[in-house]
């Protein structure tokens, strides 16, 4: 068996369609969508990141705002940068660059951001709503997961879902919406004893430590849908994902490349984030 490919390029290509239509109609009223995203430092991942970012809200006909900063900035610095976009009418959604330079507290600066701006989801108010069942923002990696479960139309209610990884920004906000769709959920990390057993019992497993190939294809059910968060840069420079995924689409029913598989869709959430806070402005 040969698993069938998720693509996520070609179901952000297909969203972000619908987005321009989005933005087109917020336009006609005046208001024209606007992300600003900061970076601080010279992290050659960061850069690609913010880069792709801006380039897809230039596409959707969206403005963007990015501001570099080197390394060794003062905070102070960054955080009065923070409370001017705050308190500009025409920005919608504010987006700090992770990881930070060491000597921020990368906390205290999410948290700077208004909470009806944080496109990124990662306010502590907004994390709180998730946790709730009524969020304002979903966290974008999480989001389109569900959004690619969702073109694929896998049965989630009663689903075993296991994800790999409980990081604030896609293991736990992950188990939360799948939760939320009467998945039965297990989170392993570190620390969990015999990973192989949980994961071969997973109908949806979601793979996102950033570890090279650790999930190879005899640790997945046969059938499984896997979704591979992880992206590992090797020796050579090419990328690969957390899945091995020359063993594992021999097993599972569903898989995600990488790349190509969940990234364009993390841009493309984010994308819908900042149209929706732009939307909210008019009701």
Not at 24 to 42: F, K, N, W, Y
Not at 244 to 249: G, I, L, Q, Y
Not at 259 to 271: K, Q, S, Y
Request: net charge neutral; proline share 6%.
């Amino acid at each position: 068996m040969t698993a069938t490919l998720l693509d996520g390029n070609a179901l952000s290509t297909h969203l972000r369609t619908k987005l321009a239509g989005r933005v087109a109609a917020l336009a006609a009223r005046g208001v024209t969508p606007c992300l600003a995203v900061i970076l601080v430092g010279e992290d050659p991942a960061s850069a690609v990141y913010v880069r792709n970012k801006v380039a897809g809200c230039e596409k959707t006909g969206m403005r963007s705002i990015k501001d570099v900063y080197a390394p060794d900035v003062d905070p102070a610095v960054v955080f009065a940068r923070i409370a001017e976009l705050n308190a500009d009418p025409a920005v919608h959604g504010i987006l700090v660059q992770l990881p930070l330079p060491k000597h921020f507290d990368s906390e205290a600066v999410l948290e700077a951001i208004a909470p009806e701006k944080d496109v990124d989801g990662f306010h502590a108010e907004n994390i709180g709503a998730l946790m709730q069942g009524n969020p304002r923002f979903i966290p974008c990696t999480p989001y389109g997961v569900m959004k690619m479960l969702e073109s694929a139309n896998v049965p989630l209610k009663g689903a075993e879902a296991v994800i790999v990884g409980r990081s604030n920004i896609v293991g736990k906000p992950m188990a939360m919406l799948l939760l939320a769709q009467s998945c039965t959920v297990t989170v392993c990390h570190s620390q969990s004893k015999d990973l192989a057993f949980h994961t071969r019992r997973a109908d949806i497993l979601v793979a996102a430590v950033g570890r090279a190939r650790m999930i190879t294809g005899d640790m997945i059910k046969p059938g499984a849908t896997v979704i591979d968060v992880g992206i590992n840069r090797q020796a050579d420079g090419k990328l690969c994902g957390d899945v091995d995924f020359e063993s594992a689409k021999e097993v599972a029913g569903l898989i995600t490349p990488v790349p190509g598989g969940v990234g364009p869709m993390t841009i493309t959430m984010l994308l819908t984030n900042t149209i929706e806070s732009a939307e909210r402005t008019l009701k």
